[in-house]
């Protein structure tokens, strides 16, 4: 079975300030690893993916197999990253499994 | 192009009601499924489907019932409503059935009673 686990429901920090939000994994195989993000009052959108080694709106993650994590970082946050994430997999079932996620909220 | 979209944004429901909840996308995606999303779970899959005339079960099918007969549109029945059906319910779909970036609708808030 597949698995994800963001331990973080909320996380708050200050405009300007480092920001990772925590996600690990539990797949025997290989797995495809996504953070999708819904701004408020919008749909959820893919945010970045692990094959494409992308660096979207500041954001990062890297795959760290041996941790099994996907940790999403950025080094300076903004008020517009203020958003509800999501870390997803895909595994060979080829059903993408979401996170519970972690409300992100960057203050002035 | 509309993207994906849902009908109705919001629904209240009696206890053994039943009702479609529609989904359509107007970008040939051949992959689309269904998601509920509750707080502190995040999004749970229900039932998905890799093209037309072929639907399979997700980690939450029970209660919901779903038919792929074009390719446009996936909608996702609810038979006998139970107030553990109260959720949010997003349609996404994606080009192929790699499900890489998947194109989510608006959602549809479904209350029942």
């Known amino acids: 079975a597949q698995r994800v686990t963001q331990p973080e429901k909320l996380l708050s920090v200050f405009k300007g300030a480092p920001v990772e939000l925590k996600c690990n994994y539990s797949y025997s195989g290989s797995p495809e690893l996504f953070w999708y993000v819904q701004y408020s009052r919008q749909r959820l959108q893919l945010l970045l993916r692990h094959i494409s080694r992308e660096s979207i709106k500041g954001f990062t993650a890297d795959l760290n197999k041996g941790e099994t994590s996907f940790h999403l970082k950025k080094p300076f946050a903004q008020e517009e990253d203020s958003a509800m994430y999501y870390c997803?997999?895909?595994?060979?079932?080829?059903?993408?499994?979401f996170g519970s996620g972690t409300q992100l909220t960057v203050l002035p | 192009n509309a993207g994906v979209t849902q009908t109705p944004k919001f629904q209240v429901l009696k206890t053994g009601q039943s009702m479609t909840l529609q989904c359509a996308q107007d970008?040939?995606?051949?992959?689309m499924s269904w998601y509920r999303q509750d707080p502190g779970m995040g999004l749970r899959l229900i039932h998905y489907?890799?093209?037309?005339?072929?639907?399979d079960q997700g980690e939450v099918p029970n209660g919901y019932n779903v038919s792929r007969s074009t390719t446009e549109d996936f909608p996702l029945r609810l038979l006998s409503a139970a107030p553990s059906q109260t959720s949010v319910y997003f349609c996404?779909?994606?080009?192929?059935?790699?499900?890489?970036?998947?194109?989510f609708g608006p959602g549809t808030r479904l209350t029942v009673l």
């Open positions: 996404a779909s994606s080009p192929d059935w790699s499900t890489d970036t998947q194109y």
């Open positions: 997803a997999l895909t595994g060979s079932a080829r059903q993408l499994t």
């Open positions: 489907s890799v093209g037309a005339g072929i639907t």
């Open positions: 970008m040939n995606h051949e992959y």
